[in-house]
């Protein structure tokens, strides 16, 4: 990955962070501008024909669609996220979104630790945990029956931007050096 390539998706990465932490949304708008800007760094990479760099850019955006989309699904993030990832992807390509991923997963996971303490919810979300998985376990014995009522109380919003952006980071920096 060039250097001014990097900047571009960290400056995105960044923009992401700060809305993220302000409303807990991810715009729509900043997505589509870092889908295009690695849409078009794809496309005007010198010696790459438009089939690969369109290739690259679908592959790439679809793996890391792919990649949070179980949690999305789950009700753990939000599509936002899901979106901010498929981004990630545009950029880095296929073959590093599953590195991200497992990075942005370890993230996501101190994240949570931190808001939990910080924001004395350890009883609410333990509570929300056992629910999920009560409710897991009825449709895997009832073969897919309607889940139990919603949560009433959901312990804490994470900005999953934030962990995006430390996974990113850290499978960047580790390519890097390999």
């Not at 932490?21 to 800007?37: D, T, W, Y």
């Not at 993030?77 to 880095?92: I, N, Q, R, Y």
């Not at 350890?122 to 897919?144: C, K, M, P, S, Y």
Request: proline share 4%; hydrophobic share 60%; with cysteine.
């Amino acid at each position: 990955m060039s250097s001014a390539l990097a900047w571009t998706l960290a400056a995105l990465l960044i923009v992401a962070i700060a809305t993220d932490l302000r409303s807990r949304r991810i715009p729509n708008v900043l997505v589509a501008l870092g889908l295009g800007l690695a849409l078009g760094w794809r496309l005007l990479m010198p010696g790459s024909p438009i089939g690969e760099a369109l290739l690259a850019f679908f592959q790439g955006s679809g793996a890391g669609l792919l990649a949070l989309m179980p949690l999305y699904l789950l009700r753990a993030c939000g599509a936002g996220d899901v979106k901010l990832m498929a981004m990630v992807g545009a950029f880095v390509g296929p073959a590093l979104v599953l590195d991200i991923t497992l990075w942005t997963l370890v993230s996501g996971g101190v994240l949570s630790l931190v808001f939990m303490l910080c924001r004395g919810v350890v009883a609410q979300t333990l509570e929300n945990v056992r629910f999920l998985v009560t409710d897991l376990i009825v449709r895997a014995r009832t073969g897919g029956s309607p889940r139990l009522a919603p949560l009433a109380t959901t312990a804490v919003r994470l900005p999953y931007a934030v962990a995006i952006a430390s996974g990113t980071l850290v499978a960047v920096l580790r390519a890097g050096a390999a």
